[in-house]
């Protein structure tokens, strides 16, 4: 058995539902990393701003006044907080109460809102082409003897660049997003498993199809599939029984033919052999009569067996299946075999229920098949009924009544030799023929009568006909509403 051939990647169920599951969760987890980023730069500004506000703090505790003028001694430490080896530089002033430069670097920037006593103003400046975060404090200084220092406030200005900042905010985004990312590849590779362990009897139903040879149509098993490929499995074993149903139609079909084929060819080859072998004109002239009668029937045959065929339910080649006459179908049918009604002198007959409007019996159906149902029916009646009798086919409606549709009804009744009660469902079985003296046939005529009017949702039964003389073959059809019943419905 040749191997199943991999499907591309592309369309891999595994993969589709693991990104289904992941991209989501990738979506969350972005978010949540901004967000996580978001909080770490806060964070990280924080300390920053905490850092600045301590050394601040530490430089302006160290102004002194003496003798009237403002001095600032920097310790080490109120800088050395900010070594915490990234690299960062840190720039300051003091400026007296009049702006006047007491320590630092006179060109350090300074905010451009003014700080008060009780409130330090943060801001972001740059110095000599690098950002800077600086912080500018007001601290009062007492013993100021210039007239023009009589608040005796100084004002101290400290900055840092910002990479400690930045490698501080990289720091705590990083410890932030480690457990999202784990989080992330743990559910993905969880997901994976579970879909493959999930997907299990989806290979199982693969690798038994791939396993089984071409005529196994046996119904998959649905034993310990999950309820989702319950219907999947179903829907595909309706399929495979409908294969079924198809091939041994076939193999019926092609048994059938050939059992009923080998013998009227096996007397054709025979006639053809004695009319060879006679001297005679006459002799002649008889088997070339009794060669074209045998090719009549076998021609009759192998057309009955297409139409039973045609007939199937579960032949591939659909039937016409339109909304069909039946009136104008069976005068047809009727049309085409008077010729036979003559020779035998049948009184050949059509009648409609005259309590009924002349309008069509629309049913739906193929009309070359319901053609051929009414034609086989009539053709049974015509072969039984005896030289001199009749022949009628009455074709009228019976209305709905409840949940039962409205229906065509096709009787057609001889005043033939009938069919006894207890054969009367056997003459419907292919090639089952009630035998009687001087009647040709093959038993396919009722089967493709029921065949044909089962297909279109129909029925067909037999009874006696009336006062208990000859057969009466009542076939019934669903109707279609005529478009003019429809306009007008008939009142209740």
């Not at 964070?43 to 009237?68: C, F, H, M, P, W």
């Not at 900055?159 to 559910?187: F, K, Y």
């Not at 292919?430 to 005529?445: H, I, K, T, W």
Request: proline letters at 8%.
């Amino acid at each position: 058995m040749r191997p199943l051939p991999a499907l591309p990647t592309a369309h891999s169920l595994r993969l589709n539902l693991v990104l289904w599951l992941v991209a989501p969760l990738g979506i969350i987890a972005a978010v949540m990393a901004w967000i996580a980023y978001s909080n770490a730069a806060l964070t990280a500004a924080a300390v920053t701003d905490r850092i600045l506000a301590a050394s601040a703090q530490t430089i302006a505790e160290q102004v002194k006044v003496e003798n009237g003028e403002a001095t600032a001694l920097i310790p080490p430490s109120a800088l050395g907080i900010f070594a915490t080896g990234a690299g960062d530089r840190v720039v300051y002033k003091v400026l007296d109460p009049t702006d006047d430069l007491i320590a630092g670097i006179a060109d350090v920037p300074v905010p451009a809102r003014r700080p008060s006593v009780a409130t330090p103003v943060y801001f972001e400046a740059a110095f000599r082409g690098q950002p800077f975060r600086g912080i500018a404090m007001i601290q009062p200084v007492v013993g100021f003897t210039d007239p023009r220092d009589a608040s005796g406030e100084v004002t101290v200005i400290v900055a840092a660049t910002e990479h400690d900042e930045a490698a501080m905010t990289r720091s705590l985004w990083l410890q932030g997003i480690q457990p999202i990312g784990i989080l992330l590849v743990l559910v993905a590779g969880l997901g994976w498993f579970g879909l493959n362990r999930g997907l299990k009897p989806l290979d199982r139903i693969r690798r038994d199809l791939a396993d089984r040879s071409e005529t196994d149509l046996s119904p998959l098993s649905v034993a310990g599939l999950p309820s989702e490929v319950h219907p999947l499995v179903t829907a595909f074993n309706g399929a495979l029984g409908r294969i079924e149903s198809y091939i041994a139609a076939q193999r019926r079909f092609v048994a059938n033919a050939a059992h009923q084929l080998h013998t009227p060819l096996t007397l054709l080859k025979m006639q053809t052999h004695y009319g060879l072998t006679e001297e005679t004109v006459a002799a002649k002239d008889e088997a070339l009569s009794a060669l074209d009668s045998g090719l009549g029937q076998l021609s009759r045959l192998i057309n009955q067996l297409l139409t039973l065929a045609r007939a199937e339910p579960h032949t591939p080649t659909k039937p016409d299946v339109k909304p069909a006459d039946i009136v104008a179908l069976a005068m047809e049918a009727l049309a085409n075999l008077a010729p036979l009604a003559l020779d035998k002198a049948i009184d050949l007959s059509f009648e409609r229920d005259p309590r009924e409007h002349s309008g069509p019996l629309l049913v739906a159906a193929s009309p070359t098949l319901l053609r051929e149902m009414v034609a086989n029916l009539v053709d049974n009646a015509l072969c039984y009924t005896p030289v001199g009798g009749r022949v009628a086919v009455l074709l009228g409606r019976q209305d709905a009544s409840g949940a039962s549709p409205a229906e065509a009804v096709i009787r057609v009744v001889d005043t033939g030799p009938g069919i006894p009660p207890d054969e009367r469902e056997r003459v419907f079985e292919r090639f089952y023929r009630v035998l009687r003296p001087g009647v040709e046939g093959n038993g396919l005529g009722l089967a493709i009568v029921r065949e044909i009017a089962s297909g279109a949702g129909g029925s067909v039964s037999l009874a006696d006909g009336p006062g208990g003389v000859g057969l009466e073959a009542v076939v019934r059809l669903p109707l279609l509403a005529h478009p003019s019943e429809r306009e007008n419905p008939p009142a209740a």
